[in-house]
């Protein structure tokens, strides 16, 4: 024991030497807690340089092809250009916008119940990637969590856009 101070040995008889409540009630859930904290940090964000890259570039992006109209913060322009914070057409309909992004889109629509009905100009030249990117930003800027959104589910989408 005088050997080593603080070696193992000395730690595991300090921990024998507790009393057992006070190992299994205290150290055991602690250790468990800060386990799993530190595992649901590794997951969410702390460590998805990928999902930091979309965000980053989907960000630049949105502001150079899609704020104009839409706005820097999302709340889109009175009653010409419809809002993407918040918006329940958005919220609920992941493929129609990664199609209308690349395609554009004409027609009536409703988002939030209010009635739009300007055409959207389609951006052809975005690629497959800078879509995803864009749409990771969106759909996780202004209280939106959904997620990276990965290219493979661009593609997927672009697959059956209506009328292409
Ligand atoms: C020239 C202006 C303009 C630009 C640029 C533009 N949009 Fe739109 N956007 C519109 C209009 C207008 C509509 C409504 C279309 C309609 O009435 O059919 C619309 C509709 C939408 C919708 C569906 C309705 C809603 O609010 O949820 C989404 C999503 C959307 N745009 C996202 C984007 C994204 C992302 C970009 C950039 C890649 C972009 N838009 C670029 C004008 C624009």
């Known amino acids: 024991m005088n050997r080593e101070a603080c070696g193992p040995d000395s730690y595991r008889d300090w921990v024998l030497g507790l009393d057992f409540r006070v190992r299994y009630c205290l150290l055991l859930p ?7 904290l530190l595992f649901s940090c590794l997951l969410f964000s702390c460590a998805d ?32 250009y419809p809002p993407l914070a918040p918006s329940d057409f958005l ?45 990771t930003y969106i759909y996780n800027s202004w209280g939106h ?8 589910q661009v593609s ?3 697959k059956s856009c209506p009328s292409d």
């Open 91 to 135: 919220d609920k309909k992941v493929a129609a916008v990664i199609c209308l992004m690349k395609n554009g889109q004409t027609g009536e629509m409703t988002v939030n119940g209010s009635s739009y009905n300007q055409p959207m100009p389609g951006i052809p030249s975005l690629t497959e990637l800078e879509i995803a990117e864009i749409a």
């Open 156 to 158: 997927q989408s672009l």
């Open 49 to 80: 340089p990928k999902f930091q890259q979309y965000l980053a570039e989907g960000e630049q992006l949105y502001i150079k092809n899609c704020s104009n109209c839409h706005q820097r913060n999302g709340k889109g322009l009175g009653l010409v």
């Open 145 to 152: 969590e959904k997620g990276i959104i990965e290219v493979k």
């Open 30 to 36: 602690m250790a468990i807690g800060t386990c799993c």
